[in-house]
């Protein structure tokens, strides 16, 4: 079967085109997949806040004791404010400037919506033969007013970003590994990175 000079080129186009988009894919679900996260906490005084993050935390008027924390992490530090609300445990971080970033309030597993939850075990499930939940997370970002609101009156309506941060015990390929998972409200995968640690040690079920 004979081709002419237009048809080879029309082909090798959409041969190209074809190629380009499975790099495309590739990379991007190499970047999805391929993260690793590093966190080395310290405490902080509160001498050593910075006025803005103070200042935020002192407005919220929190009855428990607030601990402050420095995180490096590999690309960047931050600073982290902890408390106990209603028996759950909040976290509100910080730039290194003092600037809001997000805050998360630890939740129980079965306090998810159940789509939700279906939504987030059938992703572990494709990426573990066996999986733990360790920990589960809804995490707000937004700005600094609408996460004031939220954290004074839980219950109010604010137009905030809604997240799940969900830390998962993974075993896959002979290996068990910690795993950061964060998922949007739909339970659909934003990123996944493995938890690294300075002194390794194995983990096991």
């Known amino acids: 079967m004979c081709f002419t000079k237009n048809e080879k080129r029309k082909s090798m186009f959409k041969f190209t085109n074809f190629f380009i988009v499975l790099l495309i ?15 080395r906490e310290s405490r902080l005084k509160r001498i050593d806040v910075p006025e803005k993050a103070l ?24 600073i982290e404010a902890k408390y106990k609300k209603d028996k759950k445990r909040h976290s509100i971080e910080f730039d290194s400037l003092g600037n809001i970033e997000d805050v998360e309030i630890e939740l129980q597993w079965k306090k998810l919506p159940i789509k939700l939850q279906d939504s987030i075990i059938s992703q572990l499930q494709k990426d573990c033969t066996k999986h733990k939940i360790e920990k589960v997370q ?24 809604t997240r799940y941060e969900i830390i998962v015990k993974c075993s896959s390929n002979n290996s068990v590994n910690l795993f950061e998972y964060l998922f949007n409200e739909d339970g ?9 640690f ?3 040690s194995n983990l096991e079920f």
């Open 138 to 161: 809804i995490q707000f970002t937004g700005e600094l007013e609408a996460l004031f609101a939220k954290l004074k009156i839980p219950e109010k309506v604010v137009p905030l970003t």
């Open 25 to 39: 894919l590739g990379m991007a679900s190499t970047k999805l997949f391929a993260q690793e996260k590093f966190e």
């Open 55 to 78: 200042g935020f935390i002192d407005s919220l008027k929190i009855k428990s004791r607030v601990k402050w924390y420095f995180e490096q992490g590999l690309e960047r530090s931050s």
């Open 198 to 200: 300075k002194n390794s």
């Open 188 to 196: 659909v995968i934003i990123s996944r990175s493995k938890i690294i």
